[in-house]
């Protein structure tokens, strides 16, 4: 019951009045970029750069592993995680030049802002690859110490993109359920094929 309300209260009942929807998602992102302390800018762009190169080192350093242990299990678990990344971008950038969402500084030019990207806003794409690979870790290694920084991490890289003027609360919230919805369904999907053809 509660998590359907949560759903209503986010996405549902602000379809129904745009403006209302825009208006939240600027007033929240006001009160996080302009009143930042600014001398943190280098470390909240430090902490969003991090977003891809993780996203790609982790299931990397995990196959790797698995070949040189010879461990099949962590293999697959690595095929896993690019899957989930692999659906997650898909749908990001399909949404991105679907919606073609301007970022907020064009639409609001004293948003501040340190650097300018050329793609469109809605979903974020740190949000998303940062969830996606957050989700994986988790569902294969659910463990405190493993989620814990985790979601940590993603969560970091998520609030990075508004103190830096980069993206609306919707954009990182639509990107972090686009990432674990992703990760989730890949992970089921692994599940299902390991059962049938016995893979590990």
Known sequence: MMKKLLIWLLFILPLSNPLQAQNI???ILNAINLHRPQSLDP??????????????????GMFVTGLLEKDNSLKYN?????????????????????????????????IQHKTTES?????SG??????????????HYPKWYVIAPSFLWATTVAYSR???????????????????????????????????????
């Open 162 to 200: 508004l103190d830096l003027g980069q993206h609306y609360p919707s954009d990182v919230i639509a990107g972090a359920l686009i990432g674990t919805g992703s990760a989730w369904l890949s992970y089921k999907v692994q599940q299902w094929i390991d059962k049938k053809y016995k893979l590990k």
């Open 126 to 139: 740190h949000a998303t690859v940062a969830f996606a690979t957050a989700t994986s870790l988790s569902l």
């Open 25 to 27: 998602d600027i007033h």
């Open 78 to 110: 690595a095929i896993q995680v690019v899957g989930a990344l692999a659906v997650s971008t898909v749908i990001t950038e399909g949404l991105k030049y679907t919606i073609r969402r301007p970022r907020p500084y064009v639409t609001y030019p004293y």
């Open 43 to 60: 470390v909240f762009q430090g902490i969003s750069n991090t977003a891809e190169p993780i996203a790609v080192a982790v299931p990397i």
């Open 119 to 123: 793609d469109p806003s809605f979903p």
